[in-house]
């Protein structure tokens, strides 16, 4: 008890210190979880994150142990120090066809008591309960579509969003495919983040359309609302709404991962969308922070013991939490490779898989990519 009461003195003198002259975005105050290959431990077995919001100086207040906001802070943290954001790149090679305007009405936003996300709810309800087994083919089947890398447009609630959308060679508009939304890190544009994880789509092997939003600049570079309405989770409505009906997906094949700030996200929306998607992937993620978690979708994740931007402990405490609620048990059986096992006595046909790496800091293990693929696939 006085080692974490120090460690929560030398938190505030910290944060006082960051506030005032800046910590060059890392997070270096909280300390690496337990270096734990699965079982819980006595800090992180069956964390409920649901720890309200956060302070004004980005970093997790003493009650709180949550995340940065999401939508920037005054200290200007940027959850993805270690990764290079992209410089330079541009779309320009790619063919931009234009807005989608999906009729989403205006979003002034005045959200349910958290300062930073400048928006008000967008009336989804969060899903519940598993869909159904079984392919579901959506109206865009049998219509005819382009294939190839494009940027497009999309109206979300007044506001003009992009994406990069990758489709299959081959594709015939005939065969349900799986329809998998990935997620930058802060900092990044969608488009390197597309072109750095290319043994994912790889290992798709034209099995999956792909699709890329934009996050939108926080202050501190883009990225993502961690809330659980925002105009984040509207975006990802309104793309998968608008995938579906353009081109052949199998609706109960959809799926999200992300990196960094975007796997804060992607765990936002195993919480909020489980209904709508059949997993979700994290690397080097945490949370959710700012709403209390009841329900979730099969979940893989991955987190490196020595992470000095986003806490090894907010990768494990958000497992056991996904654990929990997907009714796994504690025991486990290696998965895929030694560094990952999975729960074993999940309900509802879900999957919960833990990869515990160690020496990568903030970067993801170059077979996570694979790996990724391989468990959407054994949904």
């Known amino acids: 008890m006085a080692v974490r009461f120090a460690q929560r003195i030398g938190l505030f003198a910290l944060v006082a210190v960051c506030m005032s002259v800046g910590c060059d975005g890392r997070i270096v105050e909280v300390p690496p979880g337990p270096s734990d290959r699965g079982e819980p431990g006595d800090d992180d077995a069956a964390v409920a994150l649901d720890v309200g919001a956060v302070s004004d100086s980005g970093q997790p207040s003493e009650d709180s142990g949550s995340a940065p906001d999401a939508e920037g ?3 200007g943290f940027a959850l993805d120090g270690s990764e290079a954001p992209d410089s330079g790149v541009s779309d320009s090679g790619l063919i931009d ?11 002034g936003f005045a959200d349910a008591g958290f300062a930073d996300v400048g928006f008000r709810d967008s009336g989804v309800t ?23 890398l494009r940027t497009l447009n999309i109206n979300v609630g007044g506001t003009m969003r992009s994406y ?9 508009g005939n065969t349900p495919l799986s329809l998998v939304l990935g997620f930058h890190g802060q900092g990044w544009q969608a488009s390197a983040f597309q072109s750095s994880v290319p043994d994912l789509e790889r290992s798709a092997a034209g099995a999956a359309i792909f699709v890329y939003p934009q996050g939108l600049d926080s202050g501190s570079g883009t990225a993502w609302s961690v809330n659980a309405s925002s105009r984040d989770t509207a975006l990802v409505d309104a793309l998968i709404g608008e995938i579906e009906r353009t081109y052949c997906i199998d609706g109960n094949r959809v799926f999200a ?4 700030y975007g796997a804060l996200f992607a765990n936002v929306l195993a919480c909020v969308r489980p209904s709508v998607l059949r997993g979700v992937a994290v690397m080097m993620g945490g949370g959710p922070f700012q709403f209390t978690c009841n329900q979730a979708t099969s979940w893989w994740g991955e987190h490196s013991q020595d992470d000095g931007t986003v806490p090894y402990s907010w990768g494990t405490q958000t497992r056991d939490l996904m654990r929990r609620l997907d009714g796994c048990g504690t025991q486990t059986v290696p998965a895929n490779r030694p560094e990952c096992v999975e729960y074993q006595g999940c309900t509802n046909g879900r999957r919960v898989v833990w990869c515990s790496t160690n020496g990568l800091g903030h ?4 077979w996570a990519d694979e790996d990724i693929w391989a468990f959407f696939s054994r949904l």
Do not use: E, I, Q, W
Request: proline share 13%.
């Open 97 to 107: 066809s234009g807005s989608v305007d999906v009729g989403f009405p205006d979003a």
């Open 164 to 172: 990069v959308l990758n489709v299959p060679s081959g594709y015939t």
């Open 363 to 366: 970067n993801p293990a170059s």
């Open 73 to 75: 802070s005054d200290a």
């Open 126 to 148: 969060p899903d519940s309960g598993p869909r159904p087994d079984g392919g579901v083919a959506t109206s865009g089947c049998g219509t005819s579509r382009p294939s190839g």
């Open 257 to 260: 991962f992300g990196r960094s």
